[in-house]
């Protein structure tokens, strides 16, 4: 990869569209702009105007919209042209093969972010934002890549950075100017203000737990016994014939997993063997699946049949269940039943519903909403800040620079050991926004990306 090539690539999807996106970006794009028109006169700059598009042999391919951006002014922060013909996969091809026989390369994933951020455009968290916006699955995980793309993150770490800096400086001015007139060295003040960085460091932290439910959305299992309507229920959730529904137990041998939208939650919810005792081998290994995957849940929908006795609770389920994660559903309300389950986990909210009259499933939907809103704290901070596992990384190891700086103040060490403590924590806030180069993190960040980006 060379930042000196002009490279292409197709920035719509794949398939026939109304138009599609073709963007090139490199030194020789103002000079294509003039060839694929032939007309010497250059572009205005970013203004969009419908040209034909003739080929390296004079042919005309298509008719499209062109716009030019200059350097300095585009999203690369080099030379860029944006060509948008009809969106015939044929035509596109037929486009991209031209510019390529004119000397263009074609962009490899994630090289059009990565050369604004060499270019100094935004810095390494905006580009990660970047295809979390492309990726974003919920309101929530859209409004947090949004933000960092604004820059929460690169301010965050510049703010806590400058308070490093202001720490160090009245250390090296001991070390440097041990005889001036300076005022007598204390250790509360250093202690107090890195105990205060460390305390947010440690909140930042934190905040890598949110990832993965941004990422994959909150995964929420649907158990209980056989017949009690599981498969009933994820059908009603997801608003389509997901599950097989019928009233011979033990029907659903193996988990079906949905995504469903619960207000900014995006909801991944799996559907399971019923928990019962059976000597049928299709049937354990389904239950044995059950279990496996109540392990790894954020939440749990328990239902019961309300006409039926209540099940005993396996010991596996047991100790994973909580009023945090779980909500009790009893099920078939519209039936007279002489059985009742206030007992069965009763510190736990229970929803009274029928999925066959469809009574009682907003209030349940409600409710879940409710035992999320409760259960996953959001940031607090006002710039929705959410760490993935590379910020965390470098965050960490400035978190461990941070504290052994402060067990040097309390051992009253020399000044120079405190210092490189906090040029050590210093470099690793860089790592966070990119300005620590590391040719090989960015090589393996950038190769994830979507081609076009």
Known sequence: MSAKDTIVALSSPVGESALAIIRITGVD???????????????????????????????????????SYPENRSFTGEAMLEIMPHGNPLIVQNIIEDLLARGCRMAEPGEFTKRAFLNGKMDLSQAEAVADIIHARSKFSLEVARKQLNG???????????????????????????????PPETQDGPRNKLNGLIMEV????????????????????????????????????????????????????????SSIMLDDYRIEIIDTAGLH??????????????LQLAQEADFYLFILDYSSPTPKLPQEVGVTLSPKNTIVIENKKDLDSEFSHEKFMSDTKHCSISLRENIGIKDLKIAFKELIDRSILRPKNKDAIVLNARHTNSLRKALTALKECSENIDNQQFSEIIAQDL???????????????????????????CIGK
């Not at 250059?42 to 004079?58: D, E, T």
């Not at 005792?277 to 059950?290: M, N, R, V, Y």
């Not at 040029?423 to 990306?449: P, T």
């Open 29 to 67: 794009s103002p000079a294509l702009g003039k060839a694929i028109r032939g007309i010497n006169s250059p572009l205005l700059p970013r203004q969009a105007v419908l040209c034909k598009y003739l080929s390296i042999k004079g042919l005309e391919i298509d008719q499209g919209v062109f716009i």
């Open 423 to 449: 040029r050590n924590a210093i470099e690793n806030f860089g790592e966070v926004i990119g300005s620590v180069d590391n040719e090989a993190m960015l090589d393996k960040l950038f190769q994830n990306f």
């Open 202 to 257: 440690e909140a930042l932290i934190e905040t890598n737990q949110y990832a993965t439910i941004l990422n994959s959305g909150i995964k929420t299992v649907i158990i209980g016994p056989p017949n009690a309507g599981k498969s009933s229920l994820i059908n009603e959730l997801v608003g389509s014939e997901r599950a097989l529904v019928s009233s011979k137990a033990g029907t659903t041998r193996d988990f079906i997993s």
């Open 152 to 182: 929460s993150i690169g301010e965050k770490m510049s703010n806590l950075t400058d308070l490093l800096l202001a720490i160090l400086a009245d250390i090296e001015a001991y070390i440097d100017f041990p005889d001036e007139d300076l």
């Open 277 to 290: 005792s059976t000597t049928d081998p299709l049937e354990k290994k389904g239950i044995e699946k059950t």
